[in-house]
């Protein structure tokens, strides 16, 4: 802690180049983002704990555990109080108590919102360190874990600092929709008890639990609501940038009214001094143009990234059901030329 | 009375994760870990979903335990789960102590029937053994009456999306830092053919084996085998090549739109910024007239 001073001057320094996270973590997140879903929450969010490994200059984030926030609906209960609660009595037990981000479960990569940043940028100027971690359950449910972790680049903290989203801040900032926010790589660790228990229950589970669900050739249903998800992500695009052009038409308009404006009250003064009449008084423009406030570019970063994303894991699991399909074809080609045998 | 003796517990995979975090972080000195177990009680199946351990103290003679934490960390779990009831409570270690009734009574009057869970994080049989019991009264009627622990069958029990995140876990044992990645997917596929052809390959020589005389014929064998072949769906191969040809178009197909999308949304970004730059250009001239 003594050295808290020296890291912030090397802000732009800390960054976390990997987050190491317990099995004991994924399968907590597992069990209460499956069971938001069934139950009919939206989603599930909560918190994580752990610590930061110093170990310049490659900084780790260990999160060692986690606990679920209770249901949005229910607006008795206090947020602030839930957290301190819980986080005082973890402590009794020896539970790394630092608060190093949080979690929300996602269908299909629709995470990305103003709610999500705002929060995440709640989080990272707070506690430097932080991550959110997205954990998506429609494909858990496939059989495929997907759990990625963000944060926000430096660029992205600074025009939420200052709260302007014009295009102009967007472009100083070089932002674009890819570098808004930035993946950070998960590495998952075991203890050697952990080790020993997972032997255990290899053993334990009973084998007709066992699915080996994601080598089913069914793909058109998931597939179907990707995409979409994707064209109505594309329509919303398609009216922000329909937005954005007519903005620039007016302003461009408003610079040749401008022009033109001030040609003519050039033209007059000079009549005016060719008939030895005093010079009308100086107006200032920006009273008779008013400016035309630029509409905000955080909508179309925040669409254009969750269609670059959809559309990612799109192409993963199309890739992956080729896979699939590539088995198949000489398995049935195969079976045609032993039955042609016979 | 011998009606619960006939219980089963199922016991979610997180409930034993956290059980040996928990006796990971003991304070030092002590030896044992207890805790609550939360779940669900179904006529003869008790269903264990979460469990938190409890800060507590064995002396000689007593134990101490911290009777607020227990009850307020349940209020907290209830806000998040609602359905969650206590179901029991857990130990460490292999052996019921003395003091293990105590700490029963106290769940008796939490709950009806309370069940208790012992793992064996000590590792004294060479293996993480996982046990259950419940506490049956005995005793003549209107003399001293005790309790005998009773221990009830029980079993692992996991959700499809619990199974998936185990596979993954499980990577961890054979390599040395005890480390890995999540994995993408055609990895996961080309991993499950794998096994698949491992399990195919140990049936296979079942059959050659029993074929040659060598091993005994099982029947039920046989009829899982007879199932198997069964349930292969028959089709007309022509169909069938038809269906796997307009499947693979359609997923290209898919793969090249959605590459177009992004190629477009970087397009889409460079020309918005472009436009951005020319109104500048333009206000800066007004500026200079």
């Given at each position: 802690m003594s050295d808290r001073g020296s890291r912030r001057n090397t802000e732009n320094e800390n960054r976390i180049e990997s987050v190491q996270i317990d099995g004991l973590v994924v399968m907590k997140l597992i069990k209460q983002c499956h069971e938001a879903e069934s139950s009919g929450n939206a989603f599930a969010q909560g918190a994580l704990l752990g610590l930061v490994a110093e170990t310049r200059p490659d900084a780790r984030l260990e999160i060692t555990h986690c606990f679920p926030f209770p249901?949005?609906?229910?607006?008795?209960?206090?947020d602030e109080d839930f957290q301190l609660t819980m986080m005082r009595r973890l402590r009794q037990v020896n539970?790394?108590?630092?608060?190093v981000g949080w979690y929300q479960s996602a269908q299909f990569?629709?995470?990305?919102s103003p709610t999500l940043l705002d929060t995440q940028f709640a989080y990272q100027t707070s506690i430097e360190e932080s991550v959110c971690l997205i954990f998506d359950t429609a494909k858990t449910s496939q059989g495929f874990i997907s759990l990625k972790a963000f944060r926000l680049t430096a660029e992205a903290i600074k025009m939420y600092k200052d709260g302007d989203f014009s295009p102009d801040v967007v472009k100083d900032l070089k932002l674009s929709f890819e570098s808004l926010m930035e993946e950070v790589p998960i590495i998952i660790k075991n203890s050697h008890l952990m080790n020993a228990l997972l032997l255990e229950l290899k053993e334990q589970?009973?084998?007709?639990?066992?699915?080996?669900?994601?080598?089913?050739?069914?793909?058109?249903g998931t597939l179907e609501t990707q995409l979409r998800v994707m064209m109505d992500n594309v329509d919303e695009l398609n009216q922000e940038s329909i937005k954005f052009n007519k903005h620039q038409n007016l302003v461009l308009k408003q610079y040749q009214d401008k022009t033109r404006w001030i040609q003519k009250r050039q033209l007059e003064n000079q009549a005016r001094a060719s008939r030895g009449e005093d010079p009308l008084p100086e107006e200032d423009i920006s009273k008779a143009f008013k400016p035309i406030p630029p509409p905000s570019r955080l909508n179309p970063l925040i669409l254009s990234g969750t269609i670059a994303n959809t559309a990612d894991e799109v192409s993963e699991f199309c890739s992956q059901s080729l896979g699939k399909l590539f088995i198949t074809e000489p398995l049935q080609n195969a079976k045609m030329s032993a039955s042609n045998a016979q | 009375m011998f009606g619960t003796v006939n219980l089963t517990v199922k016991v979610h995979p997180v409930v034993l994760f956290t059980i040996a975090d928990s006796y990971e972080r003991r304070?030092?000195?002590?030896?044992r870990v207890i805790g609550t177990l939360v779940g669900n009680v179904d006529k003869q199946c008790v269903e264990v979903t979460n469990c938190f351990c409890i800060p507590h103290k064995e002396h000689e003679d007593k134990v101490e335990a911290d009777i607020a934490y227990a009850q307020e960390m349940f209020e907290l779990n209830k806000k998040v789960a609602p359905h969650e009831t206590i179901v029991g409570w857990f130990a460490t270690g292999n052996e019921i102590t003395s003091h293990s009734a105590l700490i029963h009574d106290y769940y008796a009057r939490e709950t009806k029937d309370p069940i208790h869970l012992t793992l064996?994080?000590?590792?004294?049989?060479?293996r993480v053994n996982m046990k259950a019991y419940v506490f049956v009264p005995i005793g003549v009627p209107r003399a001293t009456s005790g309790s005998m622990v009773t221990p009830v069958k029980v079993q692992m029990t996991a959700s499809e999306p619990e199974i998936a995140g185990l596979d993954l876990l499980h990577?961890?044992?054979?390599s040395k830092t005890r480390l890995v990645e999540p994995v993408p997917e055609l990895t996961k596929i080309a991993d499950a053919a794998d096994k698949m052809e491992n399990m195919l390959d140990i049936v296979i020589k079942y059959v050659e084996s029993v074929l040659a005389g060598r091993e005994e014929p099982d029947s039920t064998v046989g009829r899982a085998l007879v199932n198997l072949v069964q349930s292969v769906p028959k089709m007309d191969p022509v169909k069938f090549e038809a269906m796997l040809n307009s499947n693979l178009r359609d997923l290209l197909m898919v793969i090249y739109l959605s590459s177009l999308t992004k190629t477009q949304l970087q397009l889409n970004e460079k020309l918005s910024m472009v436009s951005v730059n020319n109104i500048r250009e333009m206000s800066k001239f007004l500026q200079i007239e």
């Open positions: 249901g949005l609906n229910d607006e008795t209960i206090d539970v790394d108590h630092q608060h990569a629709n995470f990305l589970l009973p084998l007709d639990i066992e699915s080996a669900q994601f080598l089913d050739l069914g793909t058109s | 304070p030092e000195g002590g030896n064996d994080t000590t590792l004294s049989t060479g990577k961890t044992k054979h």
